[in-house]
């Protein structure tokens, strides 16, 4: 049940559709941000997800409203930022949901696809944060920033399939920047925290198959699988005025993994 915890925020999703079908985590930020009240605009590179998505929000009364956007191209994320502020008026959250993975080991790993992770997973965040600051500053209200990690960028993972550099080093920058961002401005009421994601089960990791998705679930303490709606759950929170003591924390959204250990009895 909606408890109108966003009543009249303006809240930017970047990726907010997914590539492939299903249930991704910028689409549950964006259907719950909305189902608690909040005006959406939804960021993809390409519009079309992003339409059908914005329909699904506006035949549940939501409202919506859709950005193409490369967020690696500074001209286009002021663009972005100028139309937010045109179409609503004002900006109180930044999700920063935008992202790949790949890479490969540290021997593995070519040039270009360390800059291509580089520049969407790190640059594209930087370059978001940079926008839309002066426009929270501007709304006289403060704001949150939310940064979405990975467990991979907190521990380093065993995994047969091997190691992923560039991603491990993206998702790690991120809690620097958004400490860097959260000391920054916490005097001007601007928040900014990170969500630590793990193995949840969205249209990312789909190809793997059931036989992985039962050993991802297994892996973690909790013995079950988590679903985009966990981050949504946990992103609303930081997104909405019950988090607005908190900053700079980083939060796991991992069914225990980083918490806990297994130990030989």
């Not at 009364?61 to 930022?81: F, K, L, P, R, S």
């Not at 370059?127 to 940064?147: F, T």
């Not at 069914?255 to 030989?264: H, K, V």
Request: charged content about 20%; glycine content about 12%.
């Amino acid at each position: 049940m909606a408890l109108n915890r966003m009543k009249d925020k303006v809240a930017i999703v970047t990726g907010a559709a997914p590539r492939g079908d299903g249930l991704g985590n910028g689409m549950a930020c964006a259907l719950m941000f909305a189902q608690e009240g909040a005006k959406v605009v939804l960021v993809n590179r390409k519009r079309e997800k992003a339409d059908a998505l914005a329909d699904k929000i506006r035949a549940a009364g939501g409202e919506a409203h859709v950005i193409a956007c490369d967020v690696t191209a500074e001209d286009q994320v002021e663009a972005m930022v100028a139309e937010t502020l045109a179409t609503y008026g004002r900006l109180d959250v930044l999700h920063n949901n935008a992202g790949i993975g790949g890479g490969g080991p540290l021997e593995k790993t070519e040039m270009s696809s360390w800059q291509k992770v580089i520049g969407l997973n790190m640059t594209g965040v930087m370059l978001c944060c940079k926008a839309a600051v002066p426009a929270m500053r501007a709304g006289g209200n403060g704001g949150s920033i939310i940064n979405i990690s990975s467990i991979a960028g907190a521990s380093g993972l065993l995994r047969d399939s091997g190691g992923a550099l560039a991603y491990t080093a993206t998702k790690a920058g991120l809690h620097g920047i958004t400490m860097s961002i959260a000391a920054d401005y916490a005097k001007e009421g601007i928040r900014c925290n990170t969500l630590v994601v793990g193995s949840v089960y969205t249209p990312m990791v789909a190809h793997q198959g059931e036989e992985a998705r039962q050993r991802r679930a297994l892996a973690v303490p909790l013995r079950t699988e988590g679903t985009a709606w966990d981050v949504a759950y946990a992103a609303t929170f930081l997104a909405s005025d019950e988090s607005r003591w908190i900053t700079g924390i980083e939060l796991p959204v991992d069914g225990g993994l980083l918490a806990t250990r297994e130990w030989p009895s």
